[in-house]
Nanobody, 125 residues
Framework: QVQLVESGGRLVQAGGSLRLSCVLS????????MGWFRQASGKEREFVAS????????READSVKGRFIISRDNDKNTVYLQMNNLRPDDTAVYYC??????????????????WGQGTQVTVSS
């Protein structure tokens, strides 16, 4: 059974940076595209970024483009989300998810089969 565990979320000041990690177990990371989503309190979960199996193509939401970078290390079964120039409206629980295809870039949540439990990111002004 595939399991995804996120880490790295914490309280940070506006303008700061964080790197989130997502470790996959029970499967082979290189077989799938991966994505990051987030859900702010009282709002629907939204797409943040995705990356194909090889790491050579990515997709980012307009709201994070130029600030967030998604990457992966298949040897470590880990996906990363580097978040720079954080803003208070980036505050949310961040989730990683496994796409059902190796080349899928989303952003439809229905195309992702497995989800982590989430990690809280809070950005103070």
């Amino acid at each position: 059974q595939v399991q995804l565990v996120e880490s790295g979320g914490r309280l940070v000041q506006a303008g700061g940076s964080l790197r989130l990690s997502c470790v996959l177990s029970g499967g082979t990371l290189s077989s799938y595209a991966m994505g990051w989503f987030r859900q702010a309190s009282g709002k629907e979960r939204e797409f943040v970024a995705s990356i194909i199996w090889s790491g050579t193509r990515t997709r980012e939401a307009d709201s994070v483009k130029g600030r967030f970078i998604i990457s992966r290390d298949n040897d470590k079964n880990t996906v990363y989300l580097q978040m720079n120039n954080l803003r208070p409206d980036d505050t949310a629980v961040y989730y990683c998810a496994e796409h059902r295809h190796p080349y899928g870039l989303g952003p439809s949540q229905g195309d992702f089969d497995y989800w982590g439990q989430g990690t809280q990111v809070t950005v103070s002004s």
